[in-house]
C-alpha cells in the first residue's frame, strides 16, 4: 500500500486548508483511513479516522473545525481544515490501517501545515 499525502503550506490563523491522500497499490483489506499529526516536541496523535463503513471519529480538540471523508472511486481520503489554530501546526500524515486478527499501519509522507499570521 502506497499513500500520497498532498495540500497543506502556511496559513492565517482563521483559515482553511484540505489535505488530500491518494492510496494505491493493495488497498482491499484497508479497514479505515486516518490522519495523524506530530507538532515539534510533541508525540504524534490521531486527528480523524474513518472506517470503510464511513464511521468517523475525531480528537477533541478539533470537532467542529476538521472533517474527514474519502472519495472511493478515487481512493482518496481527505482532511479538510477550517477555523485553524496556531495550535494546529504540525506535520500531518495520513495512514492506512488493516485491523482483523493483526493489525497493520501504512504511512505516507508528512506535509506541513503551519498555522500563523
Known amino acids: 500500500v502506497q499513500l500520497q499525502a498532498s495540500g497543506g503550506g502556511l496559513v492565517q490563523p482563521g483559515g482553511s486548508v484540505r489535505l488530500s491522500c491518494a492510496t494505491s497499490?493493495?488497498?482491499?483489506?484497508?479497514?479505515?483511513l486516518g490522519w495523524f499529526r506530530q507538532a515539534p516536541g510533541k508525540q504524534r496523535e490521531l486527528v480523524a479516522r474513518?472506517?470503510?463503513?464511513?464511521?468517523?471519529n475525531y480528537a477533541d480538540s478539533v470537532k467542529g473545525r476538521f472533517t474527514i471523508s474519502r472519495d472511493s472511486a478515487k481512493n482518496t481520503v481527505y482532511l479538510q481544515m477550517n477555523s485553524l489554530k496556531p495550535e494546529d501546526t504540525a506535520v500531518y500524515c495520513c495512514?492506512?490501517?488493516?485491523?482483523?486478527?493483526?493489525?497493520?499501519?501504512?504511512w505516507g509522507q508528512g506535509t506541513q501545515v503551519t498555522v500563523s499570521s
Open positions: 474513518i472506517t470503510t463503513g464511513g464511521s468517523t
Open positions: 497499490g493493495n488497498i482491499f483489506d484497508i479497514t479505515s
Open positions: 495512514n492506512a490501517r488493516e485491523r482483523y486478527w493483526y493489525t497493520r499501519d501504512y
